[in-house]
């Protein structure tokens, strides 16, 4: 080989060394830094996060996450148990968790039919009702005031088919209660974002009716924020068609979308189960449990084309996307495990067992790292 020839090959490769080492060291490293022009990626924490129990959790939440939702102790069975008692022991250490790393704080949820306090169930008048909304919402709201960047203000108020659930609330007080949910919230928490949250609501009925609904509330005068998409879809029966629709319909309302509860089962779901109506319960069996060790790498890459497919519609419509919460940090820690079916090993979310990246985090990394304009 000539020298010069050497000298040109020797510079190539240098070239290329520099490059790689440059395009790897902007590449994004965590979700929160990938998507920081795009939305928030949050996280739903249980107390063992919240009291930094697990050193491998908590690392993985600081650096992945940017967005934390309280996964149960802010609902009103465990924040306000008793008429004239709260327990605000780990509503307040959330809170602290979530300043202390600088973190877009969710409060969920101030009304909500499911985990109610025993004494709520007994209530028999609408004056009572409306008492225990009142209190609860001026105590839990204001006490956290300035400090929630947005509440889940009402939850779940809408069945699939589009009619009111016929909750205590709606029973008592008619469909007034959520306009009065939004005004109390709006009162005691002037600064926070205030959201409706629902499951299925990206699908055609039900979300005509919540697009229904929020249009009387705004017209009423009452403030309202956002729109919270749960998402929680199945690898086998996710529709991004829908998803998009709802994007679209409701942010042409001027409102804030964002996916607050985002989890994909990849389980068979009995009886072709869709959506989080956690009264509904179901046998277990080898049938419904069939990756009690390990999940496939088939199914593996399903969830990964799954969630890419999901990400690219996010990307797509960013500009109306504030968040993507997912609902858990690890696939250990998933209410999946046992609804609607207990005892199950299921594989929902992006970090395995160990709070390792599975292929799935890699599909919807690599979105933003081979198309960083995307
Ligand atoms: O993930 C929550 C689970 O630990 C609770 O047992 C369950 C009981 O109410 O609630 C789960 O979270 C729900 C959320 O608060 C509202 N949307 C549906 C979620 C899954 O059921």
Partial sequence: MKPSN???QL??????????ATFAQNQPTSLKEAFKNDFLVGTALGAEHILEKDAKANQLIKKEFNAITPENHMKSMNIHPEWNKYDFYLGDKFVEYGQKNNMYVVGHTLVWHSQLPRFVGKIKSADSLKLFMTDHINTVAGRYAGKINSWDVVNEAIEDDGTFRKSIFYNLLGEDFIK???DLAAKADPKAELYYNDYNNEQPAKRKATIEMIKKLKASGTKIDGVGIQGHWSINSLNTKNIEDAIIEYAALGLKVAFTELD????????DLKGA?????FENSPKMNPYPKELPDSVQTTLAQK??????VFLKHQDKIDRITFWGVAD??????????????NYPLLFDRNFEPKKAYNSVMNLKKNNPNL
């Fill in 307 to 312: 969630y890419e497919e999901l990400f690219k």
């Fill in 11 to 20: 510079l190539f490769i240098c070239s290329i060394g520099l490059f790689s």
């Fill in 180 to 182: 009065m949910a939004f």
């Fill in 277 to 281: 109506d956690v009264n509904q319960n």
């Fill in 6 to 8: 050497f000298k040109y």
């Fill in 264 to 271: 994909l089962t990849v389980l068979p779901n009995p009886w």
């Fill in 332 to 345: 250990n820690h998933s209410w999946l495990n046992g609804w609607p079916v207990r005892g199950r090993t």
